[in-house]
């Protein structure tokens, strides 16, 4: 079963809007990740955050995680057509040196010209 | 690198028939997993490996999958005998570590189809 939830499951905005993508998760995690996969093509790593970090940023990226609610967002600013993709969280178990990373079923983002 | 590698990207195949499918890491990247994704049920762990050791086969669906990884740089994921319901993508991903703790880099996919 999925560690990850992401919500919601599809989301359509213009160019030049935000985008908020939330992921609940179920148990402790130690770190949580962000994947895009364009259609027909494999998931592509964005960011990583760490069960002890709130908030990161990457370029147009900026991910948050509160640990207490078991939740992280994934927000993308000023949003452009090239955005269009499926975003993907993922997370592991704290269960020590062999856990896994899963995945959650994803977020359809559509952004129009 | 020229990163995760798979083979063949398209595979279409009569039911009852065996199919193989091909991965090669990145090389230096100690896992290797391989993911199966549909529409239903998104992305599924089924198998990874740790220095070509199998891990964790606990997402194999039954046993008619199987999974080899003879070195470090192949591994094959084999379904014999294939059913309509085994149609999907097929990933192949590698890191240098388990967990979420590294990037996993993930290869173009196989698209099996069943018919």
């Known amino acids: 079963s999925q560690q990850g939830e992401e919500d919601p499951q599809a989301l359509s905005i213009q160019e030049g809007e935000n985008a908020t993508m939330n992921c609940s998760y179920k148990?402790?995690?130690?770190?949580l990740q962000w994947y895009r996969q364009n259609s027909g093509r494999g998931l592509v790593h964005l960011i990583l955050?760490?069960?002890?970090?709130r908030e990161k940023h990457s370029g147009r990226l900026r991910v948050t995680l509160d640990t207490s609610k078991k939740s992280s967002s994934l927000l993308i600013t000023a949003s452009r057509a090239a955005d269009t993709a499926s975003y993907f969280c993922a997370t592991d178990g704290a269960t020590g040196a062999n856990s896994k990373l899963t995945f959650g079923k994803g977020i359809t983002l559509s952004v129009r010209p | 690198d020229a990163g995760v590698i798979q083979s063949p990207r398209h595979e279409v195949t009569e039911m009852g028939q065996e199919v193989t499918l091909r991965c090669k890491p990145i090389?230096?990247?100690?896992?290797l997993f391989w993911y199966r994704q549909t529409m239903m049920r998104g992305l599924e762990l089924l198998i990874y490996?740790?220095?070509?050791?199998?891990?964790?086969d606990s997402g194999m669906p039954e046993d008619r999958f199987s999974a080899k990884m003879p070195n470090a740089s192949f591994s094959t994921l084999k379904i014999q005998p294939s059913e309509p319901r085994d149609s999907a993508v097929y990933f192949c991903a590698s890191s240098i570590r388990t967990g979420a703790d590294t990037e996993a880099f993930f290869g173009q996919g196989t698209r099996l189809t069943v018919v």
């Open positions: 090389s230096g990247h100690d896992y």
């Open positions: 148990t402790s995690i130690n770190n």
């Open positions: 955050i760490r069960s002890n970090e």
């Open positions: 490996f740790n220095n070509n050791v199998p891990i964790d």
